[in-house]
């Protein structure tokens, strides 16, 4: 290619490196698995879901559609904010305040021929799991822990033996400053991220007596501001973390409490950035870690290298702090995981019995032989041994019938826990069934 | 495409594993209902502490009374607001006292200052190591952690004095020109 060509070249042009991979074994292919006539078309009648359409998100979706994936679908409850055009480079300043999904997805199809995005402009948790059914990977490039928590418990309980599609690889990134990590997880077979929870880091936060006796750093007089002040005075009804108003009133405050304790650095975008907890979002480590995911997706997709996550490594984690250092590593399961380590398992239950009945009945059942078994449904708490008021509350429905009277269904979820089995609960997917 | 059902059946195989989950929309337990669960059904409240659920099916919001039988808020009765995010035990629960009392570690507005609570949070801690924590801070109120300044400079300058403040502010009188409520039986 001459100098000075500028990419996008002719569409054949684009796949040709991407082809020799998908259609020719490499030193690293488990050849038998990898039929080369056949990847490319696999990659394109595959759907592949992006969560998140973000800082992360733009840099998958771009990465995915120049990886041979044709049928891809994005969601993202998020508006374009006018601070994100600096790293989320699918967006321009005259989409503030559009759709993330919307906006990326369109610039994505615009530019690379041939590939069609969809876009979900809502929730996670507002899709149902035959919408996660259909498709064969999912990737996340999101900033929140609760989202994961929940994708991964939706993917860990869809997995059912009879269905060789129902479980779908997670790959998932996340970045924080100059440090991120790219993990891949097998629904029920690998480490979750509910059994890796403790490797998300904290929020750093500083005692509240500190605050309120001793502030050393300008961020101790904002978050003084921001947990203290606002609750004594409550200059408006309730904290908007995006109402400038408010932002200024907690900024006015933590200025003359730093002022009275000689501190210097408050200003308005430091109050900005520790009311909403802003880590600085650095393009470069968004790059990295979303190529890491992408790479993954890349190599399961098409078998042309083993990728991470089985039967050994499965998490990259990466730090840009001090120069450059990255280590991969296998993250064993948790056992007493709430999510992975305790499936639900099947409960064969008389629909004409009582809750006493059932209670009684998990002292005897072999697989578990609980002697006082506390129950909970989804929304309805139906029998609690303790603390003694909870008890005597859910007292009452140990007389009523499991159908009807409690509401409870076929195939719903209940989660029982004991004493005598401090680490583990259990849970149970009810099947009524005569006796 | 990888063959990762494969990979999955010899894993089965290999452990033996028992059924899991069948698919569909069914209602779902999820990882923090189920380990408030737990910890409440571990919870040790002795004869000093009780709970009060305002809806019993909803576990993640509580009330939690305190009646000291030693130390100097003995004869109080002392409640906290226990609200618990979807997000338990990745953070920890969030704790305000109810009532306005005079206390080192409590401010005004019921703030509490706890190191678990806060900074030292950790999943492996569950909400009996909290409630442990705040019985804890009426038998051994602490002048180094001040949130209400003025009462842990009366019990670091002059105990005696911060103990009547103590019982004045119970029975619901005042301290300093601040009214305190009324908390003793």
Redesign the interface.
């Known amino acids: 290619m001459a100098a000075g060509t500028v990419y996008p070249a002719s569409e054949p042009t684009r796949w040709k490196y991407l082809d020799r991979i998908r259609t020719r074994p490499g030193p690293y292919t488990d050849e038998s ?1 990898f039929d080369g006539s056949v990847v490319a078309e ?1 990659m394109e009648k ?1 759907s592949i879901l992006v969560i998140g359409a973000g800082g992360l998100g733009c840099e998958i979706l771009k990465n995915l559609a120049l990886s041979g994936f044709k049928n891809i679908h994005v969601i993202d409850m998020d508006t374009i904010d006018i601070s994100n055009l600096n790293r989320q480079f699918l967006f321009r300043q005259s989409d503030v305040g559009k759709s993330k999904a919307e906006v990326a997805a369109k610039f994505v199809m615009n530019r690379v021929k041939g590939v069609t995005i969809t876009p979900h402009n809502c929730k996670i948790q507002d899709k ?3 919408f996660y ?1 259909q498709f ?1 990977i999912v990737v996340c490039g999101l900033d929140s ?2 989202a994961r ?1 929940w994708i991964n ?1 939706t993917l ?6 009879e ?2 599609d ?2 779908k ?1 997670l790959i998932d990134g996340g970045t924080e400053g100059f440090k991120g990590q790219a993990r891949v997880i ?1 629904p ?2 690998t480490s979750c991220i ?1 059994c890796q ?2 490797m ?1 880091a ?1 929020r ?6 500190t605050l ?2 001793i502030p050393r750093q300008p961020e101790h007089c904002i978050e003084w501001a921001h ?2 002040a606002w ?2 005075e409550k200059p408006f009804p309730q904290l908007d973390k995006d109402d400038p108003e408010h932002i200024t009133w907690l900024y006015q405050k933590a200025l003359l409490r730093a002022q009275e304790f000689n501190i210097s650095g408050v200003t308005y975008s430091l109050t900005q950035g520790v009311v909403k907890n802003i880590i600085p979002a650095i393009a470069a480590t968004n790059s990295v870690i979303a190529a890491a995911c992408c790479n993954e997706a890349f ?3 098409s ?1 042309c290298a083993p ?1 991470l996550g ?2 050994e490594n499965n998490y990259m984690m990466y730090s840009g702090n001090d120069s450059i250092y990255t280590y991969t590593f296998k993250h064993e399961r948790k056992e007493d995981c ?2 992975c380590g ?5 409960l064969i239950v008389d629909p004409e019995w009582t809750l006493g009945e059932l209670v009684e009945s998990f002292a005897t059942r072999p697989e578990a032989q609980l002697k ?1 078994p ?1 129950i ?6 139906l029998y ?7 008890e005597e ?2 007292r009452p429905n140990l007389e009523k019938k499991l159908v009807g009277e409690l509401g409870l ?1 076929e ?5 029982v ?3 005598a089995f ?1 680490t583990v ?1 259990f ?1 149970f ?1 009810l099947k009524f069934q005569k006796a | 495409m990888l063959k990762i059902w494969s990979m999955k059946k010899e894993q089965q195989k290999a452990e033996n594993a028992e059924g899991t989950a069948a698919g569909g929309k069914k209602k779902k337990v999820t990882a923090a209902q189920l380990r408030v669960q737990k910890d409440l059904s571990e919870l040790s409240l002795g004869t000093t502490m009780k709970t009060e659920f305002p809806d019993p099916d909803d576990i993640l919001s509580f009330i939690l009374y305190i009646e000291p039988d030693e130390g100097m808020y003995r004869g109080g009765r002392f409640s906290f607001t226990f609200n618990i995010t979807p997000n338990f035990p990745h953070e920890p629960p969030k704790v305000q006292c109810r009532e306005k009392i005079y206390h080192p570690n409590i401010d005004l507005e019921g703030k509490v200052c706890l190191n678990i609570l806060r900074e030292d949070w950790k999943p492996v801690l569950n909400l009996n190591a909290v409630i442990v924590g705040l019985q804890f801070l009426f038998l051994e109120p602490n002048a180094s952690d001040p949130l209400n300044k003025d009462a842990a400079e009366d019990l670091r300058s002059n105990r005696e004095g911060f103990k009547r403040n103590v019982r004045t502010a119970m029975s619901g009188g005042s301290v300093k020109g601040q009214t305190f409520e009324r908390v003793t039986k």
């Open positions: 698995t696999t595959m149902d799991e035959d059914m064969q822990i609760e928590r418990a860990v309980n869809m997995v059912d033996e269905m060789e129902s479980l690889p097998y029920t077979m509910e929870l403790d998300h904290p750093a936060a500083v005692p509240l007596c309120a006796s947990v203290i609750d004594q190599k399961i997709a078998g990728s089985w039967p709430p999510v305790n499936l639900a398992r099947e006082k506390s909970r449904a989804e929304k309805k708490t609690m041994q303790s603390p003694a008021s909870l509350q859910t269904g195939g719903d979820e209940i989660g826990t004991d004493p401090a609960s849970k997917r």
